[in-house]
Every structure is written in structure tokens, then in C-alpha cells.
């Protein structure tokens, strides 16, 4: 299910679309209706899937971007779905509420009329294409490799389908608020769509350098350095990169897990969740080339709330972001900065060099306190190891869901202020 915020921008985006519509019951109503929001709802998936970097504070990060257009785009096959589906039962609908002449699709000739049939000949299987894509995308049946090459279809099915809706709607609505909207967010996804099928995403953004260093540091995590030179335009630290080491198997997210120092020297630590990320000890070398792009991420452990306590909280290789936000305090100690609570959960605490590098940090920052808690050992974290001791409490966690999930039920005390941020990875 959608999270508070994405829930919030959805109800808005819909609110919005049905304030431009003009009320009625009839079947040519709910047909067109479907069709209006099915579209405007894929043009929206259209042109969050570009990035833009002017939606990135309204939304709170590339990731709730992400989880907006997934949403997005969920509702936009629910609405095409039942289009087609009050299309089949035009007949019954026609029967239980009646018509609406002035809501016909428009008569051409000529030209347009060719094409008028060819879109609503296309509309049928765009739809089935469509719903394929979303269905396996969501359930993961396909391996990312290739589904990310499927997903490059999606552009082309929703130029069709924009087609199928613009040639296909009540010629009255182009002189109406309903048409300019929905003309106006076609316009979006085509750029959209366009920016898509030649490679311009993120473009402006993407930044090309070499692997300075690979080194594993334990049997499931490799610290990966790269040298940008002068050409990186710096990050804040809890930020993340789309790191692209191999053409072919396209841009992964990873957090950078080291503070900008001006240098052009950014540090990745990365865990072997996956075939890709496995393979990584094996395949990058030193003096590889590398493209990042970004930066991206609203994670900022150090931006919270003045006068209210500082809670961070990282689930194993959820350390990285905090690494970096403590090489930030070292870089930047002239600034002055809140105590903080860090606690770091490990499942093996002796051979962990996140912990290494995590106590060098620490022998250096007296304002932070940190507790470790090593699974083998059965220690588990808390709601009520937090050690909650205010009434407006700030807590940065990074680390597995279902952790993130126990906390947030153990935290819900009527009493407490509390701001839980928390970044999301999955894409997909």
C-alpha cells in the first residue's frame, strides 16, 4: 500500500482531474470519464519517470518520486482496465443509465478518419500489452536484466495510446477545461516519452570517471572508490548515486557511504544482494570506467527538527549513509552539530569492517553515542531500546523493512512528536 505521502499526492493528482470534469450519469460519462483519467494518469507516469529535479523537495526524494509513479501508474490500468471493461457492457450501461449524444467521439473523414479507426483498433491490445508490463513489473517474475529492457517498450505503448485518447474523445472537450488538461498532460508524457526512447533521462545530470579502487572488505560487502575528478558537483551526505559500471546491465542505486570533501573521491560500499552485485569482487577492476548520476535523496540524518532528539538507526549495510553523514561532521567540524544515538545492528559483529570503520569514526566525534547489537549473539533492536526521552524525537533509519516496520509499531505513543525518515530502493 502507498505510504501517507504518496496517498496524499495521489488523492490531490485525482482531486485535481475531477475538478475539471463536468458531473453527469450516463454510459458515455462513465466510459469517457475512464478514459480522461486513464490517460492523464499515464501521462503523470510519463513524466515522473524523467526525474525532474524541480519535483524532487515537493515530494521528499528520487525515491518518493518513484513510489508515486508506481502508484501513478497502477491507477492509470485500473482506469484503462475499466474503460475497456464498460466498453464491452455498452449495452447494458446504454440500458440502465441512459445516453449521452454530446459525448460521442467525433465524426471524420478522410485522413482523420483512418486514423480514428486505427487508433481504436490499437487501443485494445496497447492496453493488454500494457497491463502485462505492470503485472510483471510488480510481481518481479522477470529478472531485472531483462526487464529493464521491456520497460523501454512502455514509452511507445503510451504514445498510442494518447493517439487512441486524443482522436477518440468528444470534439467538444478541445473547448473545454477537461481537453486542455488532458491536452496539456498528453503534451508532458510525449516529451516524456520522447526523452525516454533516446536516452535523455537524466542526461544533464550523468557524470563519467574511473574506479579508483576495489577492495572487499568481507565476503558479502565490496568498497568500491571512484574518481570523478573536478567534474562531480558534490553531495550531501545520506545521498545516493545511479552507478553504472557495465552498459549492458544499465544503472544501479547505491548509497554513498563517504562525505564530499571537494576531491572528486566518492566511496560506494556495496552488499551482494542480488546476481548483479555478486558478481561485482569479480568483474570491476581498478582504472574502469564508471558513470554516476545523481546526486540524488532527501536523506539528510543531520537535518532534523532543532530541539528534538536525534535518533539514527542502521540495519547492517544500512550503515553506509550514516558513514557518510559522520565524515561529513569531520569535514565540516567547525559547524555545530546535535548529539545522536546511533544504533547499528550486525549479524556478526567480530568480522564486520563496517563496525572498524564505524568505532575509527566514532573516537573522533565525542558528541555521538553509539549501541551495537549483533544478531548472533541474539540481541535484537527495540522500540523501547531507543531510549526515547522526549517529546519530539527525529529518527533517520536505514536498513531492512521489516525492522523499519517493528519500530514504527513500537513507537506509536500519543505523547511523542515523531518524524520517521526513511528512504525506499525499490525502483521497481
Known amino acids: 500500500m502507498p505510504n501517507l505521502r504518496t496517498s496524499i499526492a495521489l488523492l490531490l493528482l485525482l482531486t485535481v482531474q475531477l475538478s475539471f470534469w463536468t458531473p453527469g450519469l450516463s454510459y458515455e460519462q462513465l466510459l469517457t470519464l475512464s478514459g480522461y483519467l486513464a490517460i492523464n494518469f499515464m501521462s ?48 447494458a450501461l446504454e440500458a440502465l443509465f441512459g445516453s449521452d449524444r454530446s459525448l460521442k467521439e467525433a465524426d471524420f473523414s478522410g485522413l482523420l478518419d483512418s486514423l480514428q479507426d486505427g487508433a481504436e483498433d490499437l487501443g485494445e491490445p496497447g492496453l493488454y500489452l500494457l497491463l502485462f508490463l505492470v503485472v510483471i513489473t510488480l510481481t518481479r517474475w522477470v529478472p531485472y536484466y531483462y526487464w529493464r529492457y521491456l520497460h523501454r517498450v512502455i514509452p511507445l505503448i503510451y504514445l498510442v495510446l494518447a493517439v487512441h ?10 473547448q473545454q ?51 570523478m575528478g573536478k567534474r562531480w558537483p558534490g553531495h550531501q551526505a545520506g545521498q545516493f548515486a545511479l552507478v553504472t559500471f557495465d552498459r549492458i546491465e544499465g544503472a544501479h542505486p547505491f548509497s554513498l557511504s563517504s562525505a564530499d570533501n571537494d576531491s572528486g573521491q566518492l566511496s560506494f560500499h556495496i552488499k551482494a544482494l542480488g546476481d548483479y552485485t555478486r558478481k561485482i569482487p569479480r568483474r570491476l577492476r581498478s582504472g574502469q570506467a564508471v558513470t554516476l548520476e545523481g546526486p540524488y535523496g532527501r536523506f539528510d540524518p543531520d537535518s532534523g ?20 553523514a559522520l565524515e561529513n561532521r569531520l569535514v565540516n567540524s567547525d559547524q555545530k552539530h546535535p548529539a545522536v544515538t546511533l544504533h547499528y545492528c550486525t549479524a556478526g559483529a ?23 547489537y549483533d544478531s548472533l549473539q541474539g540481541q535484537r533492536l ?35 512528536s515523531l518524524r520517521f525518515h526513511q528512504e525506499s530502493f525499490k525502483f521497481r
Open 177 to 227: 477545461p477537461t481537453g486542455w488538461l488532458m491536452a496539456l498532460l498528453i503534451v508532458g508524457g510525449a516529451v516524456a516519452s520522447l526523452q525516454s526512447l533516446t536516452g535523455q533521462i537524466g542526461r544533464s545530470r550523468r557524470y563519467k570517471g574511473l574506479v579508483q579502487a576495489v577492495k572487499q572488505t568481507s565476503a558479502n560487502i565490496t568498497e568500491v572508490v571512484c574518481d
Open 382 to 416: 527495540t522500540a523501547n531500546r531507543l531510549q526515547i526521552h522526549g517529546s519530539r524525537v527525529d529518527v533517520w533509519f536505514c536498513g531492512p523493512q521489516g525492522m523499519a516496520n517493528a519500530l514504527r509499531s513500537g513507537l506509536k505513543q500519543p505523547s511523542i
Open 44 to 91: 503523470i507516469t510519463m513524466v515522473l519517470a524523467t526525474r525532474p529535479a524541480w519535483l524532487e523537495s515537493p515530494l521528499g526524494g528520487l525515491d518518493s518520486m518513484y513510489q508515486l509513479h508506481k502508484w501513478t501508474g497502477i491507477l492509470a490500468v485500473t482506469f484503462a482496465l475499466t474503460h475497456w471493461l464498460i466498453e464491452m457492457a455498452d449495452d
Open 350 to 372: 567480530l568480522g564486520d569492517p563496517m563496525l572498524t570503520r564505524l568505532q575509527q569514526l566514532m573516537e573522533q566525534l565525542p558528541d555521538i553515542s553509539l549501541h551495537i
Open 305 to 324: 527538527r532543532k530541539n528534538a532528539q536525534q535518533i539514527w538507526v542502521a540495519g547492517g549495510i544500512g550503515i553506509t549513509p550514516f558513514l557518510a
Open 165 to 174: 485518447a486524443m482522436l477518440l474523445a468528444p470534439l467538444k472537450w478541445w
